[in-house]
């Protein structure tokens, strides 16, 4: 180590993560995994809370396999191989045959995740705040400063990091919000439930756990002036009537950024915008985004030339790109109010629609199935002027 100008020291790495959620371990993990000297930094220590439905789909789970290189962690998880599909008050009856959604507190996974990073040889900096010079790259933290030729941060929806870079760490007119509360008590026969329309152009869920049950209701923040009464409503048509305790969070709606980064520092997870505007999915783009990030950081590192790492990890992004893009424009085909009975009456009637809503949770498929069956329902000069917003 070696002192800096303000009588603190300096620690060299050859990549510093910040943020040590899903997105940030496992691109600690991949990059320590690939030989990089890896500092991971978090403001919080581990366990810590995390506001979060906490479904593992089958996407999540075969990037965190691919990943961490093991199954599932030995920590409490509520396993559901069926689910209720819900339509602005209509039952989508998506039968009994759906793939398994894993559900777990934020609080043990991420821990455990976390842990896998160290144990790959990341070095744990979290509970210690810190303050990124961009520029150099390096970051402060109290008597320390690390640095390093890229950064890579996983620090959440508000990324400081983001609006350090951007002026403002998500667009306000495409961000969504969330209200969830935790009810307490046995939710073995309480039903994994998701209500499109619960919140405008949003959608509500039901996550029964090993210890309780998360229900929340997120939408577009422009469009829901009142999502205390979206909840309260929401919380009335499951049969809720005692008094829990709300939290609230922002959620990047699909909102990503085309350029994911700026510079020699890189953004990954939700601080990229890379959550599903339909399910709200985020574990599984957030694993892939930190993987996807630490390995453009091993080649151009590798190729002696870290100021293309953004390039690569953009030019990897596009895959996840696209599908948000097809989530942004089937969200129109479901929330449109003129629309909304077309979607509502062909994914009752069309079991390959419903089928395919399937695989695509499960990893099995992308949006385009889902797409071209939609296609196939909505008038042509509909689809036309959808394609060409």
């Known amino acids: 180590m070696t002192p800096t100008d303000s009588g603190g020291a300096t620690r060299s790495f050859d990549l510093i993560v910040i943020g040590a959620g899903p997105a940030g371990a496992a691109c600690a993990r991949t990059a320590a995994k690939n030989g990089l000297k890896t500092a991971l930094v978090d403001k919080k220590r581990f366990p810590r809370d995390k506001l979060c439905g906490g479904g593992l789909t089958g996407r999540a789970i075969g990037h965190h396999d691919r990943i961490f290189g093991k ?7 509520e396993r ?47 509970g210690q705040p810190g303050t990124l010079d961009p520029d150099s790259p390096a970051l402060d933290l109290p008597g320390l400063r690390l640095t390093a030729p890229l950064i890579v941060a996983a620090d959440g929806v508000s990324s400081p990091t983001a609006k350090l870079l951007f002026g403002e760490a998500f667009d306000r007119d495409q961000i969504g919000f969330a209200l969830e509360v935790e009810r307490p008590g046995d939710a073995s026969n309480v039903p994994l439930r998701i209500d499109f329309g619960a919140a405008d152009w949003g959608y509500g869920w039901q996550f029964p756990k090993t210890c309780g049950t998360t229900i ?99 030019a990897a992004l596009r895959p996840i790109h696209s599908g948000l893009k097809q989530a942004r424009l089937l969200r129109h085909v479901m929330f449109r109010e003129a629309l909304r009975p077309t979607f509502i009456r062909s994914f009752k009637r069309s079991r390959t629609l419903k089928r395919e809503y399937l695989r695509l949770l499960a ?27």
């Open 80 to 126: 559901r191989d069926n689910f209720e599909f819900h339509a602005f008050g209509e039952n989508l009856d998506t039968g009994s045959d759906s793939p398994p959604i894993h559900l777990a507190m934020r609080r043990d996974l991420d821990a455990w995740l976390l842990q896998q990073a160290i144990s790959a040889g990341a070095e744990d900096f979290t």
């Open 216 to 314: 929340g209701v997120g939408g577009v923040m422009r469009r829901n002036a009142d999502m205390k009464a979206s909840l309260a409503g929401y919380l009335r048509t499951l049969g809720v009537t005692e008094e829990l305790k709300i939290k609230g969070q922002f959620l990047p709606f699909g909102g990503f950024r085309e350029t994911p980064g700026k510079g020699r520092v890189l953004l990954a997870g939700d601080a990229a915008g890379l959550v599903d505007p339909i399910t709200g999915e985020g574990i599984a783009h957030a694993l892939h985004s930190g993987e996807l990030a630490a390995l453009a950081v091993v080649e151009a590192l590798h190729a002696q030339n870290p100021d293309t790492a953004l390039s690569r990890y953009t």
């Open 71 to 77: 199954p599932l962690p030995d920590i409490p998880f």
């Open 363 to 389: 990893g099995q498929t992308e949006y385009d199935a889902i797409m071209k069956g939609m296609a196939l329902r909505l008038p042509s000069f509909v689809w036309r002027a959808l394609r060409g917003r």
